[in-house]
């Protein structure tokens, strides 16, 4: 029988894929909150800002490179309505809503050890 050797990264521990792939300051926030339906992208900024402290907002660039890597993931929907001004909507895909339950169990461990305020 012939063995197969795994590439890298598919020797690594389901985890760690798990971690490096939603790794970063909002994904896990973006999918949460488009999770109730497409969200605009002023929308989605104003989704971020919900629950945090401070006055601090997050960078158009840094917002932008993230829906598009969520994109490219095929965790979300990105719609382009072709109109001026311009309006896209993004929503989640199959892959993307398959996430909100995990995404859901780290809220409820969170409220429940007093980490955090519910962001929605």
């Excluded at 989704?47 to 917002?63: F, N, Q, S, Y």
């Excluded at 996430?99 to 929605?120: E, F, N, R, T």
Aim: charged share 30%; glycine share 8%.
């Amino acid at each position: 029988m012939k063995k197969t050797r795994l590439s890298a990264s598919a020797a690594r521990c389901p985890v760690d894929n798990f971690q490096r792939m939603i790794s970063g300051k909002y994904k896990l926030r973006i999918l949460w909150d488009i999770q109730k339906g497409p969200r605009r992208y002023g929308e989605i900024k104003k989704g971020l800002l919900r629950g945090r402290e401070g006055t601090g907002e997050i960078a158009p660039r840094v917002l932008s490179r993230e829906l598009k890597v969520l994109a490219e993931m095929n965790l979300i929907n990105r719609k382009d309505f072709q109109a001026v001004p311009p309006k896209v909507e993004y929503s989640l895909t199959k892959l993307g809503q398959s996430l909100i339950p995990v995404i859901a169990k780290m809220h409820d461990w969170s409220i429940q050890h007093h980490l955090s305020v519910s962001c929605g």
